[in-house]
């Protein structure tokens, strides 16, 4: 540049030059900028979608645990109820005599 504060046509050319180049830098650098933000935004909008779904699976396997602790509760309790049945049979059973016809018979 001159002292006096004008610029030739050259370095005025050079200086636009100069700043079209770094605009276009600026402007790649934004771009492959903007893609990753893109990229990244898709991979967490497709995680978010894939949260929702596990989050669904999670809740129906909730319902299916509690309809199978119910049922196992009701099968315990019958099994209780079958055992306290069988007790005074089997008591009943100790206090019959065992008589086999064919062993006296031979």
Do not use: C, H, Y
Not at 12 to 38: R, V
Not at 42 to 48: D, E, F, M, P, R
Not at 69 to 93: G, N, R, W
């Amino acid at each position: 540049m001159l002292a006096t504060g004008s610029l030739t046509f050259a370095q005025l050319e050079d200086s636009i030059n100069k700043w079209t180049i770094d605009l276009e830098e600026q402007g790649k650098f934004f771009i492959n900028q903007a893609k990753q933000l893109n990229a990244w935004d898709t991979l967490l909008i497709s995680n978010g979608e894939k949260i929702l779904n596990l989050n669904g699976s999670i809740e129906r396997v909730k319902q299916q645990q509690q309809q199978l602790d119910q049922e196992l509760d009701f099968v315990l309790a019958q099994q209780k109820e079958l055992e306290e049945l069988i007790v005074p049979l089997e008591k009943e059973l100790v206090e019959i005599p065992v008589t086999d016809i064919d062993r006296n018979q031979m």
